[in-house]
C-alpha cells in the first residue's frame, strides 16, 4: 500500500534542522522525501493520503534497553510501547533471557526471571538456539508477526548457566572456549552483541577475565557489548571503569546499559562519569549509553540478596532462605556490610516498593514499601523482606527509588546517549517508564526544560542508536529507509503514565507506522502486527530476514 504524508514537520533523525516536507510510504519502505506540497496522492499513485498539517514526522523510535523478550509473544497488541512511537526494540537485556538454553537452563532461568516478564505455563517454549529465538519472533500467525521489530543481544549469564549451571565459580579452560563458542554461534545467528547483569546471577560471579575472553568473540564478530555492570551505588565509578577497560583491552565496542549514578553517595556525582567516558572517547575508545528519565529504577526483590546466596538457583535460594543460620548472615549482608546485589549499599527497607508478585495472596502489598509493610505487621523489615522472598518464589518485582535529577539530566544531554525504557510490561503496579519514557523525553525533558532541542532529543531516540545497532537503511527518514515513522503533535506530546497509573497511554502520538503498515492511526491501535526480526548479518549490518552461520 501506498501512503503519503502530506504537509508534515521533518525531523529526520540526523539531527539536522526541521523542515516542511511530505513523505511517501511505498509498502515497507520510504519512497519519496520531499518539499511540502510537491507530492499529491495523483502523482504518486497513493491509495492513502494523511494530511500531517502541525505534526512533526520522524523516524520511529529505538528502545535502547527494552525487557519485551516473552511479552511482544504473550500480549500481543504491545500497545505500550507502539502508544509511545516505538517501531524497534533491544531485547536480551541485562545477562538474562531465553535463549540460548536448554531444557534445564530454561526452566532457571524463566524462574529467575519472573518477576521482569511473567512466567506462563501455558505457553509455547518451542526455540533452544537464538536462531529459533528469532524465528519465532519472525512467525506469521493470520499474516501478522510482532507489533515491533526486535534485535538480540546474547544473554552472558544465560549462557554462563548453560554451559556452568546456576553455581558461582570460575569455568574451566574448556568451559570458557564453551561459552566463547555458544556467544560465537548465537552472534552468526544474528544476535547484535552482548548483554551482561553482573549484579544479577549467574553472570556476576564471572571474573573481568572471564569476560573479556567473550568481548573479545564478540569483537570479532563486529558486535557490541552491553553490560548492566557490578554496582549504580557504591564503587559505581569503578564498576564503569572496569567495564571501559574490558573494552579498551579487547578491542570490543561498548555500550552501557541504563548509565545513572544512584543512590546517596552518588548524588551530583554524574560530572565523574561522564570525565571517566569523555576521556575514554578522546583516546579512540568506541563507547555509547542509555538511561530513563526518570529517577526509581526497577528490577526483582531476590536481586537484593548477596550474590552467594542465590548461588544454584531457586531451590538452592529459597532452602537458604529457610536456614537460620544462613539467614543470618544474609541478614548481616544486606543490613550491615551492604549486599553485592544491592549495589554495594545498605538496603534502605524505605526505597523498595513491590510493584508485582507471581503469588495472588500476596497482591495486597503491590505499591507497599518493605518499611510500610514492616509497620504495618508490627514485623522487622528484613522478617518481610525474607518471607516475601520465600511466598513469592523470588519472584516479586520491586520500585527502587534511588535516583537524583541532577544526575539525569547531565548524563541525557552527553554526545553518546541513546534512550533505552528498561519497562517491566508485567506487574500489577509497574515502572511507568514502560509505557512513558520516548514521549517524557520528547514533553518533558525536550519541550518544557529544553535541555535539547527536538532535533537533538529525535536524534538520540533514533539515528544515533541505529548507528550503535549497524541498522541496515533505519533510523532516519530517507529515500529508501524502512518506513518506520512516527507522527505526534510537539505541543501536545506527553507522557501520562504515573507511578499510581503506570499503564496510562501517552499523548500527541497520531500515527505510528512500522514497516508500513499504520500500528497507530489517528491516535487509536489498529492491531497491525508488522515488526520484523532484525539479525545481524556476516557483513556486520543489521537487517530483517534470514542470516547465513557463516
Given at each position: 500500500?501506498?501512503?503519503?504524508?502530506?504537509?508534515?514537520?521533518?525531523?529526520?533523525?540526523?539531527?539536522?534542522?526541521?523542515?516542511?516536507?511530505?513523505?511517501?510510504?511505498?509498502?515497507?519502505?520510504?519512497?519519496?522525501?520531499?518539499?511540502?506540497?510537491?507530492?499529491?496522492?495523483?502523482?504518486?499513485?497513493?491509495?492513502?493520503?494523511?494530511?500531517?498539517?502541525?505534526?512533526?514526522?520522524?523516524?520511529?523510535?529505538?528502545?535502547?534497553?527494552?525487557?519485551?523478550?516473552?511479552?511482544?509473544?504473550?500480549?500481543?497488541?504491545?500497545?505500550?510501547?507502539?502508544?509511545?512511537?516505538?517501531?524497534?526494540?533491544?531485547?536480551?537485556?541485562?545477562?538474562?533471557?531465553?535463549?540460548?538454553?536448554?531444557?534445564?537452563?530454561?526452566t532457571g532461568v524463566r524462574e529467575k526471571i519472573a518477576g521482569w516478564n511473567d512466567n506462563p505455563q501455558d505457553f509455547d517454549w518451542n526455540w533452544r538456539t537464538v536462531g529459533e529465538y528469532l524465528d519465532r519472533l519472525d512467525a506469521s500467525e493470520n499474516g501478522k508477526r510482532i507489533a515491533t521489530n526486535a534485535a538480540y543481544l546474547v544473554p552472558q549469564g544465560t549462557v554462563r548457566a548453560l554451559v556452568m549451571g546456576f553455581a558461582e565459580g570460575d569455568p574451566t579452560p574448556e568451559q570458557q572456549e564453551r561459552?566463547?563458542?555458544?556467544?560465537?554461534?548465537?552472534?552468526?545467528?544474528?544476535?547484535?552483541?552482548?548483554?551482561?547483569?553482573?549484579?544479577?546471577?549467574?553472570?556476576?560471579?564471572?571474573?573481568?577475565?572471564?569476560?573479556?575472553?567473550?568481548?573479545?568473540?564478540?569483537?570479532?564478530?563486529?558486535?557490541?557489548?552491553?553490560?548492566?555492570?557490578?554496582?549504580?551505588?557504591?564503587?559505581?565509578?569503578?564498576?564503569?571503569?572496569?567495564?571501559?577497560?574490558?573494552?579498551?583491552?579487547?578491542?570490543?565496542?561498548?555500550?552501557?546499559?541504563?548509565?545513572?549514578?544512584?543512590?546517596?553517595?552518588?548524588?551530583?556525582?554524574?560530572?565523574?562519569?561522564?570525565?571517566?567516558?569523555?576521556?575514554?572517547?578522546?583516546?579512540?575508545?568506541?563507547?555509547?549509553?542509555?538511561?530513563?528519565?526518570?529517577?526509581?529504577?526497577?528490577?526483582?526483590?531476590?536481586?537484593?540478596?548477596?550474590?552467594?546466596?542465590?548461588?544454584?538457583?531457586?531451590?538452592?535460594?529459597?532452602?537458604?532462605?529457610?536456614?537460620?543460620?544462613?539467614?543470618?548472615?544474609?541478614?548481616?549482608?544486606?543490613?550491615?556490610?551492604?549486599?553485592?546485589?544491592?549495589?554495594?549499599?545498605?538496603?534502605?527497607?524505605?526505597?523498595?516498593?513491590?510493584?508485582?508478585?507471581?503469588?495472588?495472596?500476596?497482591?495486597?502489598?503491590?505499591?507497599?514499601?518493605?518499611?510500610?509493610?514492616?509497620?504495618?505487621?508490627?514485623?522487622?523489615?528484613?522478617?518481610?523482606?525474607?518471607?516475601?522472598?520465600?511466598?513469592?518464589?523470588?519472584?516479586?518485582?520491586?520500585?527502587?527509588?534511588?535516583?537524583?535529577?541532577?544526575?539525569?539530566?547531565?548524563?541525557?544531554?552527553?554526545?553518546?546517549?541513546?534512550?533505552?525504557?528498561?519497562?517491566?510490561?508485567?506487574?500489577?503496579?509497574?515502572?511507568?517508564?514502560?509505557?512513558?519514557?520516548?514521549?517524557?523525553?520528547?514533553?518533558?525533558?525536550?519541550?518544557?526544560?529544553?535541555?535539547?532541542?527536538?532535533?537533538?532529543?529525535?536524534?538520540?531516540?533514533?539515528?544515533r542508536p541505529a548507528e550503535r545497532l549497524k541498522l541496515d537503511r533505519r533510523g532516519l527518514v530517507r529515500e529508501g529507509y524502512a518506513a518506520d515513522v512516527v507522527l505526534f503533535d510537539p505541543r501536545t506530546v506527553r507522557d501520562e503514565a504515573t507511578f499510581e497509573d503506570p499503564r496510562k497511554p501517552a499523548t500527541g502520538i497520531h500515527y505510528v507506522f512500522v514497516n508500513g503498515t499504520?500500528?497507530?492511526?489517528?491516535?487509536?491501535?489498529?492491531?497491525?502486527?508488522?515488526?520484523?526480526?532484525?539479525?545481524?548479518?556476516?557483513?556486520?549490518?543489521?537487517?530483517?530476514?534470514?542470516?547465513?552461520?557463516?
Open positions: 500500500m501506498k501512503t503519503l504524508i502530506s504537509n508534515a514537520v521533518l525531523v529526520d533523525g540526523t539531527g539536522a534542522d526541521r523542515r516542511p516536507a511530505d513523505v511517501l510510504l511505498d509498502g515497507e519502505v520510504i519512497a519519496a522525501v520531499a518539499d511540502a506540497g510537491s507530492l499529491t496522492a495523483r502523482g504518486t499513485g497513493a491509495e492513502r493520503t494523511v494530511d500531517a498539517t502541525g505534526l512533526v514526522l520522524s523516524p520511529g523510535f529505538i528502545d535502547m534497553h527494552a525487557h519485551s523478550d516473552l511479552q511482544l509473544l504473550v500480549n500481543k497488541d504491545h500497545y505500550a510501547k507502539l502508544s509511545q512511537g516505538v517501531t524497534t526494540e533491544l531485547l536480551g537485556q541485562d545477562g538474562l533471557s531465553y535463549a540460548p538454553v536448554d531444557d534445564a537452563t530454561l561459552m566463547q563458542d555458544t556467544v560465537r554461534t548465537a552472534m552468526k545467528e544474528g544476535a547484535v552483541g552482548m548483554s551482561s547483569g553482573l549484579t544479577y546471577t549467574p553472570g556476576m560471579y564471572a571474573r573481568t577475565e572471564e569476560l573479556a575472553g567473550l568481548c573479545r568473540t564478540v569483537g570479532e564478530l563486529g558486535g557490541f557489548y552491553a553490560p548492566h555492570h557490578r554496582s549504580y551505588g557504591k564503587g559505581a565509578l569503578g564498576a564503569y571503569a572496569e567495564m571501559i577497560g574490558l573494552s579498551r583491552d579487547t578491542g570490543c565496542a561498548l555500550h552501557l546499559s541504563h548509565a545513572t549514578m544512584n543512590f546517596a553517595e552518588n548524588k551530583g556525582r554524574a560530572g565523574e562519569l561522564l570525565e571517566l567516558i569523555d576521556a575514554a572517547l578522546d583516546d579512540g575508545a568506541d563507547i555509547t549509553l542509555d538511561t530513563y528519565p526518570y529517577l526509581p529504577g526497577a528490577t526483582t526483590l531476590a536481586a537484593i540478596l548477596p550474590s552467594w546466596s542465590s548461588s544454584g538457583g531457586t531451590e538452592a535460594t529459597l532452602a537458604r532462605l529457610a536456614d537460620p543460620a544462613m539467614l543470618a548472615r544474609i541478614r548481616e549482608s544486606v543490613e550491615i556490610y551492604g549486599s553485592d546485589g544491592c549495589h554495594g549499599v545498605v538496603a534502605e527497607w524505605h526505597t523498595l516498593e513491590i510493584s508485582g508478585v507471581q503469588n495472588p495472596a500476596l497482591a495486597g502489598l503491590v505499591g507497599k514499601t518493605i518499611a510500610a509493610i514492616a509497620a504495618e505487621t508490627n514485623a522487622e523489615p528484613f522478617t518481610v523482606f525474607a518471607q516475601i522472598l520465600q511466598e513469592d518464589r523470588l519472584g516479586t518485582g520491586i520500585l527502587q527509588h534511588v535516583g537524583h535529577e541532577e544526575n539525569v539530566q547531565a548524563i541525557m544531554v552527553h554526545r553518546t546517549h541513546t534512550g533505552g525504557s528498561d519497562g517491566l510490561l508485567v506487574g500489577a503496579k509497574p515502572h511507568p517508564r514502560a509505557w512513558g519514557t520516548f514521549p517524557r523525553y520528547l514533553g518533558h525533558y525536550s519541550r518544557d526544560l529544553g535541555l535539547l532541542t527536538l532535533e537533538e532529543m529525535v536524534h538520540h531516540l533514533s539515528g499504520a500500528a497507530i492511526d489517528a491516535g487509536k491501535p489498529t492491531g497491525a502486527r508488522a515488526g520484523r526480526a532484525l539479525r545481524r548479518g556476516p557483513d556486520g549490518r543489521t537487517r530483517a530476514g534470514s542470516t547465513e552461520n557463516a
